[in-house]
């Protein structure tokens, strides 16, 4: 039974650090493109930060580039998105995804999502 399930959201001031994690079951996430989207309220599901199916391709959304990180332990089976000097834009639901083949960062390119975690970024 595939399963990605996401934790280490919350509230953080301004200017903070977020780390996410979404660990997966039911398949090898070394094998698979990996991504984390999100979503603000009245907004379409974006793109934040992808590792593709090629392995080595990394993309990251212009608005975040510099400040998150996307990674992956595959002896942990577990992705993380690290995300530094946090802006209320950044406010949103995060959602983790995988896919065995895209080299795209676009959502509808993922077969599989955990259930997202709320990030909120306020003083």
């Known amino acids: 039974q595939v399963q990605l399930v996401e934790s280490g959201g919350g509230l953080v001031q301004p200017g903070g650090s977020l780390r996410l994690s979404c660990a997966v079951s039911?398949?090898?996430?070394?094998?698979?493109?990996i991504g984390w989207f999100r979503q603000a309220p009245g907004e379409e599901r974006e793109g934040v930060a992808c590792i593709f199916s090629d392995g080595g391709t990394t993309y990251y959304a212009d608005s975040v580039k510099g400040r998150f990180t996307i990674s992956r332990d595959n002896a942990k089976n577990t992705m993380y998105l690290q995300m530094n000097s946090l802006e209320p834009e950044d406010t949103a639901v995060y959602y983790c995804?995988?896919?065995?083949?895209?080299?795209?960062?676009?959502?509808?390119?993922?077969?599989?999502w955990g259930q997202g975690t709320q990030v909120t970024v306020s003083s």
């Open positions: 995804a995988a896919d065995r083949v895209t080299t795209t960062c676009l959502n509808w390119a993922y077969d599989y």
């Open positions: 039911g398949f090898a996430l070394e094998y698979y493109a």
